[in-house]
């Protein structure tokens, strides 16, 4: 029967991802309710060394797989992989977390293994032994709840922080495997990193957002002002996007980005339905428009109405004040 | 050269979501439109033929026969003809949907096949590369830009904090992010061109599959709408008394900064 509750332990450039602690934390507490064992399985090039921060998250086990052809993520290369380890050791239920790389891998592990897959997960419990989880569709302005009743193992991506990470450290038993990479048919001619001291904004705890009214992209100096005081991401509504005053990866909404962080704060954004689908899970979201009719004001926790570029630096420099206190 | 594209009908963007009796997501009296990033996929499915100077454009999908609507707008575009399998009334999970896709391809000569990376419906993400993995041919996901040339695919994806450039053979998924181009609306001389332009419509048996084939490995228990968030305070005065209450309010009473 199958059994262990498997957790991909997503690293780029030797780093762990964030939703990878808070898979494992959520994951301890599923695997003592099923009475199983929580895994890791890491892959990569010299990666070994990140086997600690994995254990200060609980997990009984972690699968090691080194070599240089998985220095870098390719679809192929990592399918394989972790196909042959789960085909191997039959767990019960295999979470990643929804970012670019999880999501891509998911889907191809999941036909592979001819199971099924519920994405960008936001809650799971088990009920009568089953894995239940919760997943947001249209973009958030509905929910479902689904499960994977008989295939196996059951696969699902989890959005970032829906979990929180709880350390509980524990010095995991590690198996190394030889792997066997097969042939990866992409193959990778460039990599292009923008480099940003900024958290991603997925992850990101606290998300300051610019829309219509930021006018023109050298604006958004600052938000990013703001950002930087907050150690926050900087975001960008469809309207700011289509305008070409921010990147498409910038993007909040239902045609961008689902994110759920602590703070949300709306710069000149009006609300409309694709964006507000984007982000009102945000525990607290902060509105700043100039409109007092603006929808946003609907859905968020404080509003200032007023000219974004009076309100926005003098906020800047008081939470300075109170931050460095 | 022979191009498919996959594309899926979804609820239009604005549409408001409620629930019917059965406690189901209300279809009746939606309006449908093209996955937003499927038309992304069409765009660059036309260009590639346009850039070629040859090729044939030929879009799938999988529903009911409302979706004619979406193919017939490929069609407006400029795509050759259509292909619509309409299952009939069972219940589908991606690796149903995929299955019958992979199906219908499998039977057809291509060599490129693109689709949106996501529809903005269930957003799942998954119906492309799991087609690329039935057919066993390699995917490339969330391309923002494409030349095909000698075989190859080279293509620029998103990834986490960047971009990378990914070539692959032929025949090849590759799945669209926005960025990759701006779709081109229908001329009113291509509407009454897709009038005529051929749309065959298949069901379950004429692809080949039957009903327990294409059994879904997920099941949804329960549909529910979000709590409505409750409108908070606006915080009064000039822009720089409430800007500092504001912080201070974070700070004391939010707590999250």
């Known amino acids: 029967m199958a059994k262990g509750i498997w957790v991909f332990a997503e690293q780029r450039e030797g780093q762990i991802k964030k939703v990878v602690f808070e898979l494992l934390s959520e994951g301890r507490k599923v695997a003592d309710q099923l009475g199983e064992e929580l895994c890791a399985v890491l892959l990569g090039k010299d990666v070994a060394g990140l086997v600690d921060s994995l254990g200060e998250y609980g997990v009984d086990k972690v699968y090691i797989t080194e070599s240089d052809g998985l220095e870098n993520y390719t679809t192929d290369g990592y399918t394989n992989v972790v196909t042959d380890l789960i085909k191997e050791h039959q767990p019960s239920v295999f979470l990643l977390g929804c970012t670019i790389t999880g999501r891509d891998l998911a889907a191809q592990v999941a036909q592979r293994l001819e199971t099924g897959l519920m994405t960008d997960c936001t809650g799971m419990e088990v009920v009568d032994g089953q894995l239940v989880f919760t997943r947001p569709i249209y973009a958030g302005k509905a929910f479902v709840k689904a499960s994977c009743p008989e295939a196996r193992p059951v696969m699902a991506t989890i959005r970032p922080n829906t979990f929180t990470a709880e350390a509980k450290p524990k010095t995991p038993e590690t198996v190394k495997v030889t792997p066997d990479i097969g042939n990866i048919r992409q193959v990778i001619k460039d990599i292009v990193r923008q480099v940003s001291e900024r958290p991603e904004l997925t992850e990101a705890d606290i998300i300051v957002s610019g829309g219509r009214g930021m006018k023109g992209p050298e604006n958004f100096k600052i938000l990013e002002e703001l950002a930087d005081v907050l150690g926050a991401a900087v975001g960008a509504s469809r309207a700011a996007v289509d305008a070409g005053w921010a990147p498409h990866s910038m993007q909040v909404g239902q045609t961008g980005k689902t994110v759920s962080p602590v703070l949300y704060i709306a710069c000149g954004i009006s609300g409309a339905i694709q964006h507000l689908a984007g982000m009102s899970s945000a525990k607290c979201i902060v509105a700043i428009n100039k409109d007092e009719e603006a929808n946003i004001f609907k859905v968020a926790d404080y509003g200032i109405v007023g000219d974004l570029f009076e309100v926005v630096p003098i906020l800047t420099e008081e939470l300075k004040k109170l931050t460095a206190q | ?257």
């Open chain 2, 1 to 257: 050269m022979k191009i498919l594209v996959c594309l899926k009908q979804t609820f239009d963007t604005e549409a408001k979501i409620v629930l019917d009796e059965n406690g189901k997501i209300e279809r009746q009296g939606v309006s449908l439109i093209m996955n937003p990033y499927d038309e992304f996929a069409v765009e660059e499915a036309l260009r590639l033929k346009e850039n070629q100077g040859e090729g044939e454009v030929t879009v799938i999908s999988v529903g009911g026969q409302q979706t004619q609507d979406a193919l017939r707008q490929a069609l407006a575009m400029g795509a050759d003809k259509a292909v619509l399998v309409d299952p009939g009334d069972v219940e589908l999970d991606e690796y149903s949907t995929a299955t019958i896709l992979a199906k219908v391809i499998s039977g057809m000569e291509y060599d490129i096949i693109l689709g949106g990376f996501r529809a903005i419906d269930d957003g799942s993400a998954q119906v492309a590369g799991r087609v690329a993995e039935i057919l066993n041919i390699p995917v490339v996901n969330m391309i923002t830009k494409l030349e095909v040339a000698d075989g190859k695919a080279v293509a620029t994806r998103e990834i986490e904090g960047g971009s990378e450039v990914v070539e692959v053979p032929l025949p090849a998924v590759l799945t669209a992010q926005k960025g990759l181009n701006e779709p081109r609306y229908p001329s009113m001389k291509g509407i009454m061109k897709a009038k005529k332009k051929p749309m065959q419509k298949m069901t379950l048996a004429d692809v080949g599959l039957e009903e327990g084939q294409i059994a879904p490995k997920v099941k949804a228990i329960s549909f529910s709408l979000p709590e409505p968030r409750k409108a908070g305070k606006i915080i009064p005065g000039e822009p720089a008394e409430a800007a500092r209450e504001l912080a201070r309010l974070l700070r004391e009473e939010a707590k999250v900064v």
